[in-house]
């Protein structure tokens, strides 16, 4: 019996990553197998319910010398994947600081400070300051909800909420307009407002963000700073350990 | 046997709220370890006014008015290594928020329409800075060596970077004493 399981186990493809061996499944992505096997690769805009969106860039890892999107390039037998890199995650740095620099991310006073998955990957790559050149932006907050608060200040265009709205709860609240940097989330009713959507406190669009731009109205700092899910453990700890956070 | 020279470190605080300062007396009864390695020159402590030559500058704050830039400058000058101290100084923090709304729109709130104002008048005399229409971290306006994050950062962040400072190492931080909150 043993000797049937470890051959179908060597019959599994494989590929290679850091150096260890995973074994995935036909149409599995990159990410897919590590995810599975326990292994972190940073993330922001990928969220294992959802379908890949390849746009933070985040989890870039070079396949054969070569970088790309781990969450949406599917993982092919013998391929030499490198993840846990100097370069790699110096790379990561920048661009965790450009999506600082782009909104207006200010944690001291975010009710999401602690369990912001933006935060936690600066605190993951050691990111000790933005270090570009702030932009400031002007950006626009919609209170119209009576139990939602939309504040685009923090949003980073990761179209979670977009997947969730149309993928789970089949409401088609959110979306993204514009080109460039001109990028911003807007709302599916005719007054552009938050509150003029079927979008309900309970919705999965509302529960998926993982910064602070949608936030359920009254419940703001019900737990403490200091006591907060990042603010003791890293987010790789968390995303591989007991949930994805 | 002579004394070693001591490391001379001067700290301000620019458009900051003194909360970096305060954290930095957190350090307690390690000030006096501190002393036996280091003196002040310009600090809020010692009521230098100006910075002279000095090893470290701390800089809490950011940049919100032309004084600052001055401030700033002096430091930069003087100081072999500079340091911005919290999150005012690393992204221009709490008075940042007023970025979203324009200069005038602020003056006229604080000044004409705020509670209990009548004839309101916007200060303008000369002896005043002039202030920017946006506040900037500080490494946006001149070369910065070190950040130091956290609103404010702990009191053990503080000790762990001028204690690897002092002891020529390059600083790092415990991942609990990375925050930016």
Aim: some cysteine; glycine content about 8%; overall charge negative.
């Amino acid at each position: 019996m043993r000797r049937i399981w470890a051959l179908s186990m060597s019959l599994k493809p494989s590929f290679s990553l850091d150096g260890q061996t995973l074994a995935f499944l036909s149409g599995q992505t990159i990410m897919d197998a590590a995810l599975a096997a326990g292994v972190y690769i940073p993330h922001l805009c990928h969220h294992p319910e959802f379908k890949p969106h390849g746009s933070c860039k985040l989890c870039t890892v070079k396949v054969n010398g070569r970088n790309v999107a781990s969450c949406t390039m599917p993982a092919a037998e013998g391929m030499v994947v490198l993840n846990d890199t100097p370069e790699l995650n110096e790379a990561r740095r920048a661009l965790t600081q450009m999506l600082f620099v782009e909104g207006n991310h200010f944690c001291p006073f975010c009710e999401k400070s602690g369990n912001c998955q933006l935060q936690a990957l600066g605190y993951f790559l050691e990111m000790l300051s933005p270090h570009y050149n702030h932009f400031y932006p002007q950006r626009e907050v919609d209170g119209s909800h009576p139990e939602v608060l939309l504040d685009r200040n923090r949003c980073i265009m990761c179209e979670l909420c977009v997947r969730a709205s149309q993928d789970v709860d089949g409401k088609n609240v959110f979306a993204l307009g514009g080109r460039g940097v001109h990028t911003h989330l807007i709302v599916n009713a005719p007054s552009g407002k938050l509150g003029d959507t079927d979008l309900a406190v309970s919705d999965r669009a509302v529960q998926v963000c993982p910064v602070g731009a949608i936030l359920k109205k009254r419940h703001g700092f019900e737990v403490p700073i200091g006591q907060r899910l990042y603010d003791h453990k890293t987010i790789k700890d968390v995303q591989t350990g007991d949930g994805h956070g | 046997m002579a004394e070693a020279k001591k490391v001379r470190i001067a700290t301000c605080s620019l458009a900051g709220c003194f909360g970096c300062h305060m954290s930095f007396l957190d350090i307690d009864e390690k000030l006096f370890d501190l002393l036996a390695w280091v003196e002040f020159d310009r600090t809020p402590l010692t009521d230098i006014k100006h910075c002279g030559p000095c090893d470290v500058g701390l800089i809490e704050g950011g940049v919100c008015n032309a004084e600052n830039v001055h401030v700033l400058k002096e430091f930069r000058k003087n100081c072999k290594v500079l340091v911005a101290v919290g999150a005012c100084a690393v992204t221009g923090g709490i008075p940042a928020m007023r970025n979203s709304v324009e200069l005038r729109a602020c003056f006229d709130e604080v000044y004409h329409y705020g509670v209990g104002l009548k004839n309101g008048m916007i200060p303008n005399d000369p002896e005043l800075p002039l202030p920017f229409d946006k506040v900037h971290p500080i490494y946006e306006v001149v070369k910065v060596d070190y950040c130091l994050p956290g609103c404010p950062p702990p009191a053990s962040a503080i000790w762990q970077f001028l204690t690897d400072l002092l002891a020529g190492r390059e600083p790092k931080l415990a991942y609990e004493s990375l925050h930016y909150d």
